[in-house]
C-alpha cells in the first residue's frame, strides 16, 4: 500500500471531522477513545476547525496530529501527539515527573490494518517527540486493559507496559494500562 505521512494542516478540518468520525464508529471504539459518536458528531464546525488548527504545523506547538495519507488523498489512519510538562497537570488529571509526551487518538482504517500505516504513524509520532526542544523523555500511551490488538502493536513498536493502571472514565471496573517508550541513551 502507497502512503505518505505528514502532520494535518489546519484547513483539513472536515478531513479530520470524518476520520474521527469513521474511528468511533469502529468496533473497538469503546475500548480505545474516551468519546463516542454521537458526542462527535453534535460539536459544531468551530470545534473541528479549533481542533484541527491546534494540532497542526501552525499551532501552538503543544499537539500535533500526523495522518497517513493514501497516492488518492484519501486519510488511512491518524495519531495525535500531547506534550505533557514535569510538573504540570495533564488533560488526564496527572502531575508527570519528566518532560513526555502522550499518543492519543490512534486509529487506523480496516484496509490499511496489517500494511505498515501504524508503524509509520508512531514513527512520526516518536520522531517528533524526541525533536522537541523540552527534552522528551519518554513517549506514553494509555491502552484499555482488554483491547489486546492495540497493546501487541504497542509492544511490537517498542512500548512496555509500565504498571501503572487508572480506571477508566465512568467505568471503575475498567481499566486503562500507560505504555512508555524512553528516549534512547546518547
Known sequence: MDFSIRVIRSDEWEKGRELRLVALRDPVAHLAFLDTYEDAVARPDSFWQERTAG????????????????????????VTVLVERAGTETYFGDVPAVEQTHVVG?????????????????????????????????????????????????????????????????????????????????
Do not use: C, K
Open 55 to 78: 494540532a497542526s504545523e501552525d499551532g501552538p506547538g503543544d499537539v500535533r496530529q500526523f495522518v497517513a495519507e493514501a497516492a488518492d488523498g484519501r486519510w488511512l489512519g491518524t
Open 106 to 186: 490512534v486509529f487506523v482504517r480496516d484496509e490499511a490494518r496489517g500494511s505498515g500505516v501504524i508503524d509509520a504513524l508512531y514513527e512520526a509520532a516518536v520522531e517528533w517527540s524526541w525533536s522537541l526542544e523540552q527534552g522528551v523523555e519518554r513517549v506514553r500511551l494509555y491502552v484499555h486493559g482488554e483491547n489486546v490488538r492495540a497493546q501487541a502493536a504497542y509492544r511490537r513498536m517498542g512500548f512496555v507496559d509500565t504498571g501503572v493502571r487508572v480506571a477508566l472514565h465512568g467505568q471503575e471496573d475498567a481499566q486503562e494500562l500507560e505504555f512508555e517508550l524512553l528516549r534512547p541513551a546518547g
